[in-house]
């Protein structure tokens, strides 16, 4: 019998400090948004047993509620959901934090901007236990499909930047920083202002199917970076200081992003992500989905550099588990999504500390695995 992923012990919502002002307004707002989704089907339970079903029901009960207050907004998660702390049996918790980025670009190439981002091509395939091939990796989730019908390794991301996908006319738009685009493809979306006018919002669409390296780790474990100092503007300094070590350097990362264009969204609000609904800044999480059924509640008890200065302040926070990516792995393990725009990014790559709890709220009557 292989070992659970964590262990689910209750609590009471008197154990979580800070619980009554831990901005339930924006979970429940948030959480609406979602149930939205579940009239016509429950989210999927995964791993960690937190009914689908059972949170579908507690979520669209959040339609009838008198007011948006943050009593109201508390008393509906206390009377619909039970704490239980997530305790894995070997990783520490951890939680890291993305943005989505604003850039210029055009959907024409010209001088200025040359690099594209694409569109999910028409031969790769999404794979799973019932279409994989023997000889495909376990963690490739795509494959390219040949003319003769079978499944085989995708292009990498120095094959595409090469050529292999070109003449297919995928490009979305074209932006002017190779590193800015590698910098998108780490968190799954973008809003380009467009140099034609307007703004164009693109989102996570697939991806070639490698697995994910982060370019940072490398570089601390050839001694050329501590964790201390390793923060996105860092890397990202470094990678515009020397462009021909940054092509090799970011083509170690094989896995490479497609995007879809999504109009008509809320300008307040993230891209529409995993969990098919727009994030919210401070109130989306992005988890393992493996794990986590989409749309749990996660209360956070952590101190993060949020400060004006990037000084530790205490993050005490309820989320919405509304999103995914390929680093995050463990039960215990979140992204927080702080928001669009350059100053988000700077408060995102600050983060990577280890949260004092990491709390699921289970929908009453629908327990997870104790």
């Known amino acids: 019998m ?16 800070g619980w009554a002002e831990a901005g339930q307004v924006g979970a429940l707002a948030a959480l609406r ?19 689908g079903v059972t949170l579908a029901a507690a979520g669209r009960a959040a339609f009838g509620l008198d007011g948006d ?25 951890f939680l890291t934090g993305y943005f989505e980025p604003e850039l210029v670009g055009s959907r024409r190439r010209n001088a200025r901007f040359a690099v594209p981002l694409l569109a999910r091509p028409a031969d790769l395939v999404d794979v799973d236990e019932t279409n994989r091939p023997s000889g495909l990796d376990p963690a490739h989730a795509f494959a390219r499909r040949t003319p003769s019908g079978d499944l085989v390794p995708y292009f990498d991301r ?34 380009i202002r467009l140099a034609e006018g307007g703004v164009m919002r693109l989102a996570y669409a697939a991806k070639a199917g490698h697995p994910y390296t982060s370019i940072a780790k490398v570089l601390i474990a050839r001694g050329e970076a501590t964790p201390e100092t390793m923060t996105a503007d860092v890397l990202a300094a470094r990678l515009r200081a020397d462009r021909q070590a940054a092509t090799a350097l970011m083509r170690l990362n094989r896995s490479y992003v497609f995007f879809a264009e999504q109009p008509d969204l809320d300008p307040a609000l993230g891209a529409v ?8 800044p401070f109130v989306s999480l992005a988890v393992d989905r493996t794990l986590h059924t989409f749309g749990t509640p ?3 008890d952590a101190d993060l550099p949020l400060g004006p200065e990037g000084d530790l302040v205490p993050f005490r926070r309820l989320m919405i588990a509304q999103d995914t990516g ?18 988000a990014g700077r408060l995102a790559g600050r983060i990577r500390h280890t949260p004092r709890a990491f709390v699921a709220l289970v929908p009453r009557n629908g327990e997870g695995r104790p």
Do not use: M, Y
Request: glycine content about 8%.
């Open 33 to 51: 948004r979602q149930a939205r989704l579940w009239t016509v089907a429950a989210p999927k339970t995964r791993a960690l047993g937190i009914d």
């Open 326 to 343: 390929s680093a995050i792995v463990g039960a215990a393990r979140g992204d927080v999504f702080v928001g669009l725009g350059e100053a």
């Open 158 to 191: 120095g094959e595409i930047e090469d050529g292999a996908l070109a003449g297919r006319n995928l490009e979305l738009v074209f932006l002017e920083d190779p590193v800015d685009a590698f910098f998108v493809h780490v968190q799954g979306s973008a809003r």
């Open 69 to 93: 207050d943050p009593v109201t907004a508390r008393r509906f998660f206390e009377t619909h959901f039970r704490p239980v702390r997530i305790v894995p049996p070997t990783a520490t918790p």
């Open 298 to 300: 996660i209360f956070l």
């Open 2 to 17: 292989s070992e659970p992923a964590a262990d689910l012990v209750s609590c009471d919502f008197a154990d979580l400090p």
């Open 273 to 280: 992500a995993a969990a098919k609904v727009q994030l919210t």
